[in-house]
């Protein structure tokens, strides 16, 4: 119940794009009859949380923050949900998102922008960071002690740095990708959001595991996380990427980075510098295969089988398609459509999507040699604090910048934790990224909780 005023005190933010208060009662009552009981709890028996938009529920509005998705109810719950009911969780509501996950400032949402708490009242507000930016913003308002996000380039990673939260991205196959709207399905992975390191490995233990029902979830044992969470860092060796450290990087990144870089030291880590060489190609790579994998799973929305039609009379099945595309699909979405058509088209494949491909393999590559000399990496999550609305929005290419220390974990699948580690000049939090080994989410946590 204080959850559910916390989120009517907060409407301003725009957080929530379907506030759920029926089911939170039900599941809450149903969880204190299994206490009154004395029955075994699930690990988040009880514990109110928020659930990005992009998660199928079934019965409950699930838009992905689309105008094409605006009617679509599903009639099946995603894995991901489903787990995390299955764990006790109660759901509040849905949270709003950048429109299909595209996008670092929750600014191409069809329901309108969010607002970073930390942020001014206001016209100048800050965002909240995306796409995952109505999750962030309610755990960090305190209307969630936890919310699902999903990190396709950095989706839970940079809206954490910027809320002041910890985002955990899984490995790739961590979590099932069922019933999750799709962006990008080599990369798409679920994740928490969360206000400690500890939470986060709670929450991603009720989340993941093997699903049949998703061809690329991974059939390994889900690990005790939480156990994982205080092994300290002695022993470790972590490798500082020396390519990390981009041109005009601001000096309170660099200063936080080697905040975080002594603080492991202090813990008994090793700190030794490592070479990333592809790094550089990380963005490029990351903006032609999004968006080809994109351009291929939109084709979906075609007005017949989900979501909005155009109610304009049109003479043939193609004209419907386009219309319906057209009033209901936002400019970014057309813009990543565009382009991924294009990476893809005969014409373009060899030079655009097939090298992608194997610069992608180069970048996991780098990766994997990193891996064979340290345990994890440290980098900042971001390249600045929060912005403001408006800044960046005019230029996609400056929006696209922000994910510079995000996406080259994403295009290789690896676990990556954002955990936040200071504050800016403006008082702003800032948030310091640990790159784990395939499937290793566990020492990603123990350093993670060191830096914390
Ligand atoms: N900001 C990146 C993009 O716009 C990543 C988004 C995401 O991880 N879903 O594609």
Known sequence: QAHLDRMAATRALNAYVAETPDIALALADAADARRARGEALGPMDGVPIAVKDLFCTEGVASTASSAILASFVPPYESTVSAKLKAAGAVMLGKTNMDEFAMGSANITSAQGPVRNPWGPDGDSFLVPGGSSGGSAAAVAARSAIAATGSDTGGSIRQPASFCGLVGLKPTYGRCSRWGMIAFASSLDQAGPITRTVEDAAIMLGAMAGHDPKDSTSAEIAVPDFRAAVNRGVRGLKIGVPREYRVDGMPAEIEALWQQGIDMLKAAGAEVVEISLPHTRYALPTYYIVAPAEASSNLARYDGVRYGHRTRANVSSLGEMYEKSRAEGFG????????????????GYYDAYYLKAQQVRTRIAGDFTTAFEQVDAILAPTAPSAAFRFGEKMDDPVQMYLN????????????????????????????????IGRSFDEETVLAVGRAIE
Do not use: W
Not at 331 to 346: C, D, F, P
Not at 404 to 432: E, H, K, N, Q, R
């Open 403 to 434: 994910d510079v220390f995000t996406v080259p974990a994403s295009l290789a699948g690896l676990p990556a934790i954002s955990v936040p580690a200071g504050l800016s000049a403006d008082g702003l939090p800032l948030g310091l990224q640990v």
């Open 331 to 346: 400019r970014e979405v057309k813009r990543r459509i565009m382009i991924g058509t294009y990476v893809l088209s005969a």
